[in-house]
């Protein structure tokens, strides 16, 4: 089992950022791919930014240029810098992990959710 503790989250005026983490227990290194999901009300969840064992990383095209993913492993902390925050990126962000090499769409572990809003 992993646990997963979202913190970080906020009010914001457009334009400015917010750094979302993540922190992890249990059987981190079971762990593959780790990410971060958002869900805004009467959507579905989007996969927003996602990091591989590896170190790979991946965005959605929304975020792309604005959003930076990162861990500290001696940590076992997952971080989410996000800039150049507007308006739609006004959701509940959640923190995810996976035993499987990606986690695109989905994930075996969740946490609780922090919520961001973004005021224009």
């Known amino acids: 089992q992993v646990q997963l503790v979202e913190s970080g989250g906020g009010s914001v005026q457009s334009g400015g950022s917010l750094r979302l983490s993540c922190a992890a227990s249990?059987?981190?290194?079971?762990?593959?791919?780790m990410g971060w999901f958002r869900q805004a009300p009467g959507t579905g969840r989007e996969g927003v930014a996602r990091i591989t064992r590896d170190g790979k990383t991946y965005y959605a095209d929304s975020v792309k240029g604005r959003f930076t993913i990162s861990q500290d492993n001696s940590k076992n902390t997952l971080y989410l810098q996000m800039n150049s925050l507007k308006p739609e990126d006004t959701a509940m962000y959640y923190c995810?992990?996976?035993?499987?090499?990606?986690?695109?769409?989905?994930?075996?572990?969740w946490g609780q959710g922090t919520q961001v809003t973004v005021s224009s």
């Open positions: 995810a992990a996976s035993h499987w090499s990606t986690c695109q769409y989905d994930a075996d572990y």
């Open positions: 249990g059987y981190t290194t079971s762990t593959n791919c």
